[in-house]
């Protein structure tokens, strides 16, 4: 673009800042269904970690729709868009070394793939978090499936919009399987792998 002339070769290289944070940044996109325990594995997963040491950020679908994109509605244009920023924002955190947890719905492939697109490659990492609709339908936790079953809510995923289970997962956590503890054991099991410098 015209008149924009980026400074990324000038600040603080990203290997300068891992190895002051003693970890390695990486982003860890945990997807799935409204109430398949995406938010709970994040903060789950947020806690342990700086109990252990490490720096970690969690971007969450419902803080996000709060601030950074609460002008989106959830046609599908604005929820690609909604990932669009949620991507571009991953980014930056993971170049300052840091370990970035995204908790989204982003339903289909092709917004995971432009999340990874993004992000970049090495760095990201898709997370499954995996439930069947009936499931989420009998927890709904914050009644949103309840409200979308009477019309309440429009383009709601899993009942009047579409989700695509990912093909590709690098981790796949049944919340339908296994207990919250067994989950969460694997999910740090497998972010600390790829941290750890």
Partial sequence: MEHIYPIFDQVVSRDEKQSF?????????LTGLSGSGKSTLALS???ILMTKDYFPSLLDGDNMRNGLCK?????????????RRIAEMAKVLVRNGIITICSFVSPMENMRKLAKTTI????????YVKASVETCIERDTK??????????????????????????????????????????ENLLNYVLKCVKI
């Fill in 45 to 47: 997963l947020e806690r």
């Fill in 71 to 83: 002008d989106l509605s959830f046609a599908s244009a604005d929820r690609e868009e909604n990932v």
């Fill in 120 to 127: 970049g490659e090495s760095d990201f990492h898709l997370i």
């Fill in 21 to 29: 944070l003693g970890q390695k940044g990486g982003v860890f996109w």
């Fill in 143 to 184: 009644g949103l499936y309840k409200k979308a079953l009477k019309g309440e809510i429009k383009n709601f995923t899993g009942i009047s919009a579409p989700y695509e289970v990912p093909e590709q997962p690098d981790l796949i956590l049944d919340t339908e399987k296994y207990k919250a503890e067994e989950n969460i």
